[in-house]
């Protein structure tokens, strides 16, 4: 055999006992447990959208709000996702709500089949406007393929909803402060 072939096997048997020994050396401890910020729970309110009730959560900034943020959940998630952030993000000067969307968390899972926002949208015109030769794009539909009122449509809608009946109302100065979504995979 040749030397190359001794010298990687020595090299080998040089690390695999250094392991050993700094595992005789090293006390291998449990990680300690997560910290949680000593901040009071947000308030949980429901806000009723289309006979549908919708959880969600705000806290407002003390001194006069630098923008708005929305903060939604990603998928299987709610918004107590945001839990430790609701309260720094307040005291850094914005007005912070986090919804949970139609069918997750504490918002309603059982919805009419007609607050389905695919009803609600012409798509061989979003087709046309989009999937054009002029532009070169292809067009996908994000439809739901078992026609569920619980689709990416649905969920903009109750978005957009939201923020002109919860949080527009609530902010009279909303017209010169911007607003965020700050969104995890579904938002």
């Not at 997560?34 to 806290?59: H, I, L």
Request: charged share 15%; proline share 8%.
């Amino acid at each position: 055999m040749s030397s190359s072939f001794y010298e990687l096997k020595f090299l080998f048997l040089l690390l695999l006992a250094s392991a050993c020994s700094l595992s005789s050396v090293v006390k291998l401890t449990k990680a300690p447990p997560a910290s949680t910020p000593p901040y009071a729970p947000s308030e949980r309110r429901f806000w009723t959208w289309k006979g549908s009730n919708v959880r969600y959560q705000q806290v407002k900034s003390t001194s006069p709000p630098i923008a708005t943020l929305l903060c939604v959940h990603g998928f299987g998630g709610n918004c107590d996702h945001f839990r430790r952030n609701l309260q720094p993000l307040a005291d850094a000067g914005y007005d912070v709500y986090a919804i949970d969307l139609i069918g997750f968390g504490y918002s309603s899972k059982k919805v009419p089949a007609a607050l389905n926002g695919e009803l609600t949208r012409d798509f061989e015109a979003i087709r046309r406007a989009y999937a054009s030769p002029a532009v070169d794009r292809d067009f996908t539909e994000l439809n739901h393929p078992l026609n569920s009122p619980f689709n990416f449509y649905t969920w903009s809608d109750q978005l957009n909803d939201f923020h002109l009946q919860v949080i527009q109302p609530e902010q009279p100065q909303s017209h010169s402060i911007p607003h965020f979504i700050a969104a995890n995979s579904i938002g």
